[in-house]
């Protein structure tokens, strides 16, 4: 079993961009996600990843750390669950890679209803790894379930963020 260990931040500024190694675009949609009535299911999600297509099922969120299985799937099927089986917008986003310290933080510059949020995470092999913080590494929103994914397909940030956010 998977499980993916994050901490996720809004980025302050344009320094990272000049520490760029790599850029994908990514299109991601959810096919199940908890919600008031099952608010410890799992979500589903399937994502376009430059040309190669992913699905991945998530368990419930324990602090930064949750179960995670993915696998790949043949594009045409993701862009067609994309299109028949996503519930609400998809998430448009461009994924840069940026290597600091011992560690790869990935910045997420949202597109469409999300934009412009800026956001970055760095993966953990544990809650309690420690991380060289980067200067363009604003608030830490890693528990601010807003922030995720799946949560900004259901309430963009352009919905929410004019409340002072």
Do not use: C
């Not at 750390?65 to 993701?78: G, K, L, M, N, Q």
């Not at 544990?126 to 200067?135: K, N, R, S, T, V």
């Not at 608030?139 to 002072?164: C, E, F, I, K, Q």
């Amino acid at each position: 079993m998977g499980v993916e260990v994050e901490r996720k931040f809004l980025v302050v500024g344009d320094d990272w961009r000049e520490q760029v190694t790599s850029a994908v675009h990514i299109v991601q949609g959810y096919l199940a996600r908890p919600d008031a009535t099952h608010p410890g299911g799992a979500t589903v999600r399937v994502r376009t990843k430059g040309d190669r297509a992913y699905l991945t099922i998530k368990g419930p969120s324990a602090g930064i750390a949750r179960s995670e299985f993915e696998y790949e799937v043949p594009v045409e099927d993701a862009r067609a669950m994309l299109d028949q089986l996503a519930q609400g917008p998809v998430v448009d986003k461009v994924r840069h890679l940026v290597p600091v310290g011992g560690h790869v933080w990935e910045v997420d510059v949202f597109a469409g209803d999300n934009a412009p949020l800026v956001m970055a995470e760095v993966e953990l092999a544990g809650p309690d790894e420690a991380f060289a913080l980067p200067a363009w590494a604003g608030r830490d929103v890693s528990d601010d379930p807003r922030y995720y994914n799946a949560n900004l397909a259901r309430s963009p940030y352009a919905s929410w963020a004019s409340t002072g956010d």
